[in-house]
């Protein structure tokens, strides 16, 4: 006799089981987690950079990413887990932006509005806080790296809650959580086919050749999802695509003095933060043009750094950090699944009745999983928590139309 689950989770990434955690906070269902890989992390949230900062374009996904961020920041409370692995390495988030400043002050104000602390920090400030940055905004050589005449005088906002997370400890931490909740989480289980009957889905095929029935099916197999949707014959109005993402990580140097924050340097078009207790730098990129290279196969792309796109971000980095010097330098890709109408995630029922996604998370997943979680738990199970986020499902649904941006990368 096949096997039965209410509900079941494609995918095992940090999107998949936080929505299964967060389904088993509302009801007595059988959930199982289905993944592909031999462990955690094979997928997106293995190479993710884990930055958990709070300033996005709409005040909703400011919400979204207060109440994700939230979690991480109280992780033991949000787990159940009574010594979770996952720390908050709370660093703050410097945004080194050409804004002028009454653009600054007001973004900072908008900010406290909605609960988010952040302060306005001129040169000299920086400087004190953060001794081996430089200030400057003018935009670096990136080809050559040659040095220029760096100007000052900009005004820089600081989110002083924002941090990073090591997204393997947050992986394990959540299957523990999921586990000790009842939940079924495997690996080395591939879904290839979903039965659908009467336009509801009904079971999955397995790679063993077994198959288990459900009641409810959740596509949450990040850069995979546009092939479950095949298997499941549904499509979407939106255009998910893996896209191949490059990081690059050096040793930091002793002459590289005082803390670090997580910083967004958009005159070099580059973030950085640290890792590794303060030792390593991981740098990637904020330019749209670099989240254009998409990937035929999610199982099969080139998962070194390009030698000219580090040479590039190291040049910038260096611009503001003048004190680096380059040593232990590294660099890897993973996917982003960019939604390319609006780089937000879609969630919801798709066609077929009660196969939900929860999809597209471009450069944004890691943060937000625990607020996507719960918003999808809630339309899964019908079943709302006080600890809800406070931003109506309609603003990320399936059914809504493309959010205009200006920038359509992982700035947003
Ligand atoms: C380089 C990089 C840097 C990033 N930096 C940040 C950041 O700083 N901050 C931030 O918020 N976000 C960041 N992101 C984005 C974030 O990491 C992703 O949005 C998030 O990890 C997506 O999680 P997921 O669970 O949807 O996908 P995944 O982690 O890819 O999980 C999907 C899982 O589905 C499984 N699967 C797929 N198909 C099947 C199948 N048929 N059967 C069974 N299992 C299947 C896969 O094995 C995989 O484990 C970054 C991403 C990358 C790549």
Redo the contacts with the bound molecule.
């Keep these: 006799m096949a096997e039965t689950a209410d509900i079941i989770v494609?995918?095992?990434?940090?999107?998949?089981?936080n929505t299964a955690f967060q389904i088993a906070l509302r009801t007595q269902a059988r959930i199982v987690v289905?993944?592909?890989?031999k462990g955690?992390?094979?997928?997106?949230?293995?190479?993710?950079?884990?930055?958990?900062?709070f300033k996005y374009s709409y005040d909703e996904m400011v919400l979204l990413a207060k109440h994700?961020v939230g979690a991480y920041q109280q992780w033991a409370d949000y787990t159940k887990l009574k010594d979770p692995r996952a720390q908050f390495h709370k660093h703050g988030m410097l945004w080194l932006a050409n804004a002028s400043a009454v653009q600054t002050e007001s973004e900072a104000e908008r900010l406290a509005g909605l609960g988010i602390r952040a302060t306005v920090l001129d040169d000299q400030e920086l400087r004190t806080r953060f001794p081996s940055l430089n200030p400057c905004l003018l935009p670096p050589d990136l080809e050559t790296g040659e040095p220029h005449d760096c100007s000052g005088g900009g005004r820089h906002l600081l989110e002083l809650d924002a941090g990073?997370v090591d997204?393997m400890d947050a992986?394990q931490d959540m299957i523990d959580a999921c586990r000790k909740r009842g939940i079924s989480v495997r690996f080395n289980?591939?879904?290839?086919d979903v039965e659908i009957r009467s336009n509801r889905v009904v079971s999955v095929s397995l790679a063993d050749g077994s198959v288990i029935a459900c009641d409810a099916l959740i596509n949450?197999?990040?850069?995979?999802?546009n092939?479950?949707a095949e298997?499941a014959g549904y499509a979407l109005n939106w255009s998910l695509k893996p896209t191949r993402?490059?990081?690059v990580h050096l040793d930091r140097p002793a002459e590289v003095v005082g803390d670090i924050p997580i910083t967004c340097d958009v005159p070099g078009g580059i973030?950085f933060r640290t890792q590794n207790r303060g030792q390593q730098l991981i740098v990637?990129s904020i330019l749209e043009e670099d989240e254009q290279e998409e990937v035929a196969d999610?199982d099969n792309f080139a998962r070194y750094v390009d030698d000219d796109y580090a040479r590039l971000k190291l040049h910038a980095l260096q611009h503001r950090i003048p004190s680096l010097t380059y040593r232990g330098v590294q660099g890897?890709?993973?996917?982003?699944?960019v939604n390319r109408e609006d780089v937000h995630?879609v969630i919801g029922e798709s066609e077929i009745e009660r196969l939900f996604v929860?999809?597209g998370?471009?450069?944004?997943?890691?943060?937000?999983?625990p607020a996507l979680g719960a918003v999808l738990a809630a339309l899964v199970t019908k079943a709302g928590r006080e600890d809800d986020p406070l931003v109506s499902p309609q603003f990320l649904a399936l059914t809504r139309k493309s959010i205009t941006l200006s920038e359509k990368s992982?700035l947003a």
């Design positions: 494609v995918g095992a990434g940090i999107i998949g089981l289905l993944d592909k890989g955690p992390g094979e997928g997106s949230t293995g190479a993710s950079s884990a930055v958990c900062r994700g990073y997204p992986l289980t591939a879904v290839v949450a197999a990040g850069p995979w999802c092939r479950l298997m993402i490059q990081v973030y990637g999610p890897y890709s993973g996917l982003y699944t995630p929860v999809n998370c471009s450069g944004h997943g890691f943060k937000l999983a992982v």
